[in-house]
């Protein structure tokens, strides 16, 4: 706005609930959050916290939605109209309790029958952690520039959502690094790819094969119609820039690899999947960071080495699915370079291509010492850049042919 000029603001980053139990707490209205004087008072279920049975009546804690926990109160099972809730604070229940973290479930209190404090304890946090990461999934859907979900799964542990992660679609450039030069012109085609495409004009061949299927080698880049191109959107060379086009789930693995990555769809070998993004440094504080990542055991730097090795992209803070990617020895996605907007042969864009049919429901990985067709092994480590001569991190990735570390 006009009047706005000059000024500046941050971002809330209050959820709704919360906003609106600091509403009721006060007994504030604010129609912009949904508290007016008619629903000042409103009551919605937002989760069950504990269980009794009292002279023979079961009765729920209730933490109401958009109220303070100081609000909650305990309900006969017959004023609820919650089946779903229920259903998670029963399974949330049993789960605690199928880990043998305790015997048995209730405990006798002045005749009244409560659950244990641990076992209620748990499903609270279950309960917030299931709010959360729909929050995130929310949140992630609403920022994605595909069509393809994503959605989040946690069934292992008690972790939500990483509290340091921001989500892009493409390349977030450090200062003074310019991720868009070099494309003045596109090709003349009616129908692509012609002889005179953009792949042939750089001086190599169409990367797609009738099925839009990858068919070049490793190693060779893909070069990509552009906003000059006289195609439209259908071109059958425009694949990497129209995003992800499979539904993925941000998956809890249960072998202390952190989140991981699986399709809920078939894809078929030779396929896009998706783009690795991230802020674009250089390799100077590339090596910086690096030193602070493997203090912490993790791993996000991406050298962009297709023609010189002058800049990295860090998927640590920035990045999209492709974050949450797990590394394996033997992975079924493979790198290309490709130049789509930008011929700057320092700053390729990132795809991750099936080496084989990927079954519904598999994890999706990567090898993250893999550089086109290069694989700098363990072996290779004198040839590396200062960079890649730091702290090793052992690989959990199970495969037969593991090298044991990640780097």
Request: hydrophobic share 30%.
């Amino acid at each position: 706005m006009e009047g706005w000029r000059g000024a500046w603001y941050v971002p809330c980053l209050a959820s709704l609930e919360t906003l609106q139990e600091l509403c009721r707490k006060e007994n504030l209205t604010c129609k912009s959050i949904g508290i007016t004087n008619r629903s000042l008072k409103s009551y919605e279920v937002e989760y069950l916290c504990d269980y009794k049975v009292e002279e023979g009546k079961a009765y729920y804690l209730v933490k109401w939605k958009g109220w303070p926990e100081s609000s909650n109160t305990w309900e006969p099972r017959k004023h609820l109209n919650c089946p779903l809730l229920i259903q998670n604070f029963l399974r949330d229940k049993n789960e605690y309790l199928s880990r043998g973290r305790e015997g048995k479930a209730m405990k006798v209190r002045n005749h009244v029958k409560t659950l244990k404090p641990a076992i209620a304890d748990y499903i609270v946090k279950k309960a917030k952690q299931r709010i959360a990461l729909q929050r995130w999934k929310e949140e992630l859907n609403r920022k994605k520039n595909h069509k393809a979900m994503i959605l989040v799964e946690n069934t292992v542990d008690l972790e939500g959502p990483p509290l340091d992660f921001y989500y892009i679609n493409e390349y977030k450039p450090a200062p003074g690094i310019n991720v868009l030069n070099g494309i003045t012109t596109g090709c003349e085609c009616a129908d692509c790819p012609a002889e005179k495409c953009c792949p042939k004009e750089a001086g190599f061949i169409l990367a797609y094969n009738k099925r839009k299927k990858l068919k070049i080698q490793p190693g060779l880049p893909i070069y990509e119609c552009n906003s000059y191109c006289r195609c439209g959107p259908d071109c059958p060379n425009r694949i990497v820039q129209k995003g992800t086009p499979y539904s993925l789930c941000i998956f809890r693995t249960n072998n202390g690899r952190g989140w991981g990555v699986k399709t809920l769809q078939k894809i078929k070998t030779n396929s896009f999947v998706m783009e690795y993004v991230g802020e674009v440094i250089t390799s100077e504080e590339a090596e910086r960071r690096g030193q602070l990542y493997d203090n912490q055991g993790n791993t996000y730097l991406f050298d962009l080495d297709y023609d010189s090795d002058e800049f990295t992209v860090d998927a640590a803070r920035y990045g999209n699915v492709s974050h949450f990617v797990n590394h394996s020895c033997d992975p079924n996605l493979q790198v290309f370079n490709v130049f789509i907007d930008n011929l700057d042969l320092r700053l390729p864009r990132i795809a991750l291509f099936s080496t084989r049919t990927i079954k519904a429901g598999e994890e999706l990985t990567f090898d993250y010492q893999m550089k086109g067709s290069i694989d700098l092994t363990s072996d290779s480590a004198e040839g590396l850049s200062p960079s890649k001569k730091r702290i090793r991190t052992v690989c959990k990735c199970g495969a037969v042919c593991c090298r044991g570390y990640l780097n």
